[in-house]
């Protein structure tokens, strides 16, 4: 049965249509405008409540279908569950008095390549930000024949590669779930795990006036966290070029079709699947409670491995949205 507690918000010019309300079928959009003002289309479950009051907790399905309007739009965009942990409804809508957190969330996310959300140390020296999207999912070229297919692309799951996630767990996973490459931006599925506090974080408050670096890798020490890129459009374009006949298969999971997205929540762990193929089983399980929230902005966060902060909002050249519907809630 469809989920119905959902509530819109929008800020001026974006809007939230409920389509078929008896399939949960919305279209969420943003339009297009310059970097000058923040906008936003979401649907959640949680605005008027506070934070220990969130809805959801452990032994939970959520299942829906999806398809973004492009597979890089400006700014962030996604659907799952979390604890809005830095504040943003402070002020927005009416919402209740927030103070920042550290992050639980099991979701998948789309982020544009502004954006660097992992606090996970690179294996090899990092390069520059903007170039660190471009390595997820290189590969050598006898490689590409074993990527992510969903079944509704093959006949089986059998043709997929078993892998090892960060935590141990056997995964039908795409390659980028190798994890010397890190789940930063492009298209992902994510999970964390944060206490309310660690004395770490004293610690890291004291280190960022003099070396931001320092923070990054104590906050990785204190969030826990797994995820895999399941589509970057930089490596989509790339490898069209140097590989035309392959252009009929999927490198990944195209956010521009639609799919069936589905997370199971446990307290041993989450498990991702698109189109019933595994794509994710991590033992990385987000502390409750969390809401559920879908969502596309213009906004951007980065940390990335070199000490660098940067936030704010992005550009819009064309009017963007994500369409969901069959959007199901269940206890497991």
Request: glycine share 4%.
């Given at each position: 049965m469809a989920y119905t507690q959902l509530k819109p918000r929008h800020t001026p010019g974006a809007r939230v249509e409920e389509i078929a309300r008896e399939s949960a079928h919305y279209r969420l959009s943003i339009p297009s405008g310059f970097a000058d003002s923040y906008r936003l289309a979401q649907l959640d479950d949680y605005t008027k409540i506070s934070r220990g009051r969130f809805p959801h907790r452990?032994?939970?399905?959520?299942?829906l279908l999806a398809c973004a309007s492009s597979d890089s739009i400006a700014g962030t965009w996604g659907f799952g569950l979390w604890n809005d942990p830095f504040g943003l409804s402070l002020g927005f809508g009416g919402s209740p008095f927030r103070l920042p957190a550290l992050p639980n969330a099991a979701w998948?996310?789309?982020?544009?390549?502004?954006?660097?959300?992992?606090?996970?140390?690179?294996?090899?020296?990092?390069?520059?930000?903007r170039d660190y999207s471009e390595r997820t999912l290189s590969l050598p070229k006898r490689e590409t024949k074993r990527e992510l297919q969903t079944k509704s692309q093959f006949e089986s799951s059998s043709s997929l590669e078993n892998r090892t996630s960060s935590t141990g767990s056997v995964t039908n996973a795409p390659p980028s779930a190798q994890r010397e490459t890190i789940a930063a931006?492009?298209?992902?599925?994510?999970?964390?795990?944060?206490?309310?506090f660690h004395p770490l974080l004293a610690v890291a408050g004291l280190a960022l006036p003099f070396s931001r670096k320092m923070t990054r890798r104590l906050l990785g020490r204190v969030i826990q966290e797994d995820g895999v890129q399941l589509w970057s459009p930089a490596t989509h374009r790339r490898m069209q070029e140097q590989a035309p006949a392959l252009q009929s298969r999927s490198e990944g999971v195209n956010p521009t079709q639609w799919h069936r997205y589905r997370l199971e929540w446990r307290e041993q762990g989450v498990t991702f699947e698109v189109d019933e193929a595994l794509v994710l089983e991590s033992h990385v399980s987000p502390n409750p409670p969390l809401g559920l929230v879908i969502w596309i902005d213009n906004q951007y966060a980065a940390f990335t491995p070199e000490g660098k902060i940067g936030f704010g909002v992005l550009a819009n050249p064309e009017p963007a949205w994500l369409e969901v519907k069959e959007i199901e809630l269940k206890s497991l």
């Open positions: 452990a032994s939970l399905s959520l299942s998948f996310f789309g982020a544009s390549e502004e954006n660097y959300l992992s606090f996970k140390e690179p294996s090899r020296p990092p390069e520059k930000h931006n492009g298209f992902l599925v994510q999970t964390f795990c944060a206490p309310k």
